[in-house]
């Protein structure tokens, strides 16, 4: 029952909010008492807590299993570049100004997720698909430092995936057209 709870917890969040949805909607989705939902959190911030801890193991596996597939080195890299943002980015947002704990969750589960890219990155210098010469800590600090971005991002015309493509291409092949580059040589 409380794997169901974290769930419809999940579904109602997508819906309302962190902060809009309550503990009745879960007991009115899943037909439960109260009581019920009681006897597996002690509230609504117990509730959001499992929830965060819920989707970051889930975005953990989902690395990982990226990571350890079997394929080419740029085909994990476009896979990892190309991830799903949440899908409501107002509700990272949220997250980060009303539930800083829940929020050092995130920055924990981007650490991890840090140090397995750097790993990651090495393969890539290894087998030749990228240069040796970068420099990854710096690379992944851009890499964070513009995906956090994306959460405040008012691009209008784009939506959440096609901002991410947008950066996969920038980050993958560089803002330089192929023609300038044969120039510069």
Known sequence: MREKIIHSAMEQIQKYGFRRFAIGDITSDLGISSKTVYKYFAGKDDIISAVC????????????????AEGAWPDKMT???????????????????????EWKKIIDMQNFLSQHKKKFMEQGVASGDIRPDINFDLLDTIMQTCMEALFTLD????????????????VMYGIISPESKMRKR
């Open 53 to 68: 801890t819920s989707f970051i193991d889930t975005e953990k596996e989902r690395v990982l299993r990226i990571l350890t």
């Open 79 to 101: 896979a990892l570049a190309c991830m799903e943002p949440a899908k409501n980015e107002l509700l990272a947002i949220e997250l980060k100004k009303h539930f800083p704990n």
């Open 155 to 170: 691009a209008n015309d784009l939506s959440p995936k096609q901002v991410l493509e947008e950066f996969r291409e920038v």
